[in-house]
Structure formats: C-alpha cells, structure tokens
C-alpha cells in the first residue's frame, strides 16, 4: 500500500532525526571519553573492557596538571616517594594561547572586514582574485616553514608572541575576508545610499548603518578563527622553542618515560583548553545564532 504525503513527510522526518542523533552520539563521543578519561586513576587508562565511567572517580589528574600537586606512594622501607610531578607549565601556556589567539584574531577580524568591505562596494579585488587569496591558506604549512624559520631567526621573531601573532594573521585573513564578505554583501545598497542622501558621511554610514547589520556575522567569524588559532599546532611547534609554549604543544609534552602517554593528565589539559572556547561561545551565543544563518538583512 503506498504512502500519503503526510506519511511520508513524517517517514523522511523521523529519517532525518535518526540520521542526526547518530551523528549527535559519533561527535559527542570523544568528548564523553575525554571528559570521561581525566577522572580516572592511572591502572584504568588501558583497562580492558574499556571503562566508560570510573567507579573511583578522582581529581587527581587535575590536581597534579593545574595545581602542581606531587602524587607520592608508600616504598618498601615504609617512606613516602615521589612517583608523578609535573614539570609542565600549563597556566604559563594558557597565557600565551590567549593572547597570541586573541591578538591575532582581532587583527585578522578588522582587517578582514575592510578589506572585505572593499570587495563588496568598491569590487577591490576581482573573484578570481579573492579565489587566489583563499588558495593561499590551503598550502599545507610545513611546505612554507623552513623559509619563515629562517626569515623569523634572521628578524629575531623566532620563539616569540609577536612572531606567532604575524603569521597567524597572515594564515587567517584569507577566512575572514570571505567570510565578512558574505555577510556585507546581504546589507542592500540602498540603505547606504539613503543614509547618504540624508547627509551622512561614508564612515557614518558604515559605522551606524553597516556595522549594526553585520556585527553578528563578525562576532560568528571571530569565534571560527579564534577556534582556528586556539588549537592551532604545527607552527606554534617548529616557530616555538622554549620561551613561548602554546597548550596544543604543551598538550603534546604529557609522555611519561616509562608508562608512555599520560592519557588521564593529557585529559585533564584538554579539559582545561576546551572549556574557554565553550565559555566564549555561551557569552556570544546570540550573535553566533545569527550570524551562521548567513543573512541578518534579505534584499
């Protein structure tokens, strides 16, 4: 017997909410497992069967990562030993994650959305043009970095904040000019031209009239290439040494010299650099509804 419209309508919607709850479950797991991970105790990082929820949940982990707590253990004469400090600096590196990310990330924000702007009004670069900036940011990075060691060693910028920021600026202009661009481009002309005709300067006019429209889409891009930033590896490794450590790079150090990888401390770490981005995104949660919908203003 075949299907009435009203039937399949509701066949293809209960489809698509499957479809989307294992998509939820696949994405969500590996942020369960994290969570999961650094509250367990060390004998149940390699357990087997896997141990989803720890029955000896412990703070542990966080402890000796953010709080430089020493874990010590009973020896055979009866004296407590040291047997896991941390010789990491996580806060150090939280410092420096959040400015290199922030810094450059409003850099890359305003200057985005000028040039963006002069694409959209005055067509300051052609389409082929604006294709040609954004193949630039798909060069892989590790084909572009032994030049700029040696450009950064010979301008005293290896190793430092002020380095990291430039690049990052440079690699995620590209993603802001077309981005910004997409959302000047829905603002209509005429509400320009009308706010000029009542003798409103240009920069008036795009202060108060283009600025208002495109603000949510701005506060949406700023967040996409501060995740960029924030979790940004390969360059913060081969331009940083010691002076500037990044917490992907310090996330990487959690290596033991004889249990191997730290699962349970790592864990703790990526707890620790995920919750900013979350903060963040709560804060602005408003502006980012908006301005991922693509189109505040429709002609």
């Given at each position: 017997m075949s299907m009435t419209k009203s039937q399949r309508r509701h066949a293809f919607s209960a489809f698509r909410y499957l479809v989307l709850t294992v998509w939820l479950?696949?994405?969500?797991?590996?942020?369960?497992?994290?969570v999961s991970t650094s509250f367990k105790p060390d004998r149940e990082w390699f357990a087997w069967p896997p141990v989803y929820i720890s029955e000896n949940a412990t703070l542990q982990n966080y402890l000796v990562v953010w709080a430089d707590v020493s874990e010590y253990a009973v020896d055979e004469t009866g004296n407590?030993?040291?047997v896991a400090q941390s010789l990491q600096r996580p806060w150090v590196a939280l410092r420096n994650s959040a400015l290199i990310s922030v810094i450059s990330t409003t850099l890359t924000v305003l200057f985005g959305a000028?040039?963006?702007y002069g694409v959209s009004r005055y067509g300051?670069?052609?389409?082929g043009r604006m294709f040609q900036?954004?193949?630039?940011?798909m060069v892989p990075p590790i084909v572009l970095i032994a030049p700029i060691s040696i450009w950064y060693s010979a301008l005293g910028l290896l190793d430092t904040i002020t380095g990291l920021v430039m690049l990052y600026f440079l690699t995620t202009l590209p993603y802001a000019v077309w981005m910004a661009k997409s959302f000047i481009d829905e603002v209509p002309r005429e509400m320009e031209q009308a706010a000029e005709i009542l003798g409103a300067s240009r920069m008036r006019t795009i202060w108060e009239v283009v600025l208002p429209l495109?603000?949510?889409?701005?506060?949406?891009?700023?967040l996409f290439i501060l995740i960029l930033t924030w979790s940004e590896y390969l360059l913060a490794l081969l331009l940083s040494k010691t002076a500037v450590v990044t917490l992907p790079v310090e996330l990487s150090k959690y290596q033991g010299s004889t249990e191997g990888r730290v699962y349970g401390r790592q864990a703790a770490l990526s707890v620790g650099i995920t919750l900013p981005l979350i903060v963040v995104g709560l804060i602005i949660r408003k502006h980012l509804a908006r301005g991922f919908s693509f189109g505040m203003v429709r002609r």
């Open positions: 479950a696949i994405v969500a797991f590996p942020i369960f497992w994290m407590l030993e040291t000028v040039l963006a300051i670069l052609s389409e900036l954004l193949m630039l940011r495109v603000r949510s889409g701005l506060v949406a891009t700023f």
